[in-house]
């Protein structure tokens, strides 16, 4: 099997913060930012994790609810005080070791980013995300940060927008996605980590603002792609393929019964009218 090694470190951010609002409408200055952050790679039989992170006792410190390992592995930086929109240092280690039969699935890591004044009340920051290099060599990276806009540009000038536009300006409460990444320390599924990752066409009508740069020293080894090729498994891909056409298959019925349901409700509806 090939092998891939990612090692490096989530250096910091920067450009996450307004002065104005932190040193004008919420009188105290700085803040403090940190991260959590999350390798995924894709579950589908061809990904294996040689090697994580591990505690004292060398037990695997990334597992699901179970307290079973888990193939992504995940982390949370300390919180590093700088001024609004300045520099913060996290210098957070990453060290994870794959091995893989494909191509498929291929890493990338996910962000979330919080703010933290000087009473330890946390704000959202941003989301970011971003496939990892599939090359052998050492990688200087930028993530962009990002969050839902306060409300629809449709929107915005209505009573509501600007409710909404002075809840995070004056409080911090900006909107953000169903379920934080790993809020309960533990690998979990959420609709944050869904829609950030997966859900294109729902992303496509999500309006969002830029808040702010994740950076992120890498270095990639790869070992034995060159001789092995990135390899298959007849019995896996098989599996995999069939796997797929159900799930498709499935969702096919449930839009189809869904258009059916609205088809009978709809002359009802419009008797009931009459």
């Not at 496939?131 to 990688?139: D, I, R, T």
């Amino acid at each position: 099997m090939a092998e891939v090694h990612l090692i490096g470190e989530v250096e910091g951010a920067h450009g996450v913060g307004s002065g104005f609002t932190s040193n004008i409408l919420r009188v105290g200055g700085g803040q403090g930012l940190w991260c959590k952050w999350e390798i995924q790679v894709e579950d589908n039989g061809r990904w294996n994790k040689i090697e994580g992170a591990k505690g004292l006792d060398a037990k695997p410190l990334c597992v699901d609810k179970d307290d079973k390992p888990v193939l992504n592995e995940y982390g949370t930086t300390q919180v590093c005080f700088c001024k609004p929109g300045g520099e913060a240092v996290w210098q957070h280690p990453i060290d994870v070791h794959y091995a893989t039969t494909a191509l498929r699935g291929w890493p990338r890591m996910i962000f979330e980013v919080w703010s933290q004044n000087k009473d330890g009340r946390n704000e959202f920051a941003g989301y970011g995300v971003h496939h990892l290099p599939n090359a052998s060599g050492v990688y200087d990276l930028e993530v962009p940060l990002w969050r839902p806009a306060s409300s629809s540009q449709k929107e915005r000038w209505t009573s509501a927008g600007i409710f909404s536009a002075i809840k995070g300006v004056f409080l911090g409460i900006w909107p953000r996605l169903d379920g934080d990444i790993n809020r309960n320390g533990y690998c979990e599924p959420s609709a944050a980590k869904a829609l950030v990752t997966n859900a294109k066409e729902e992303r496509q009508n999500l309006e969002t603002v830029w808040t702010g740069t994740v950076t992120l020293k890498l270095t990639v080894m790869t070992r034995a792609f060159t001789k092995l090729g990135p390899g298959t498994n007849p019995g896996l891909e098989k599996e995999y393929e069939m796997k797929k056409r159900e799930e498709e298959r499935v969702q096919k019925e449930r839009e189809k019964d869904n258009l059916e349901r609205t088809a009978r409700s709809r002359p009802r509806a419009e008797a009931e009218i009459r």
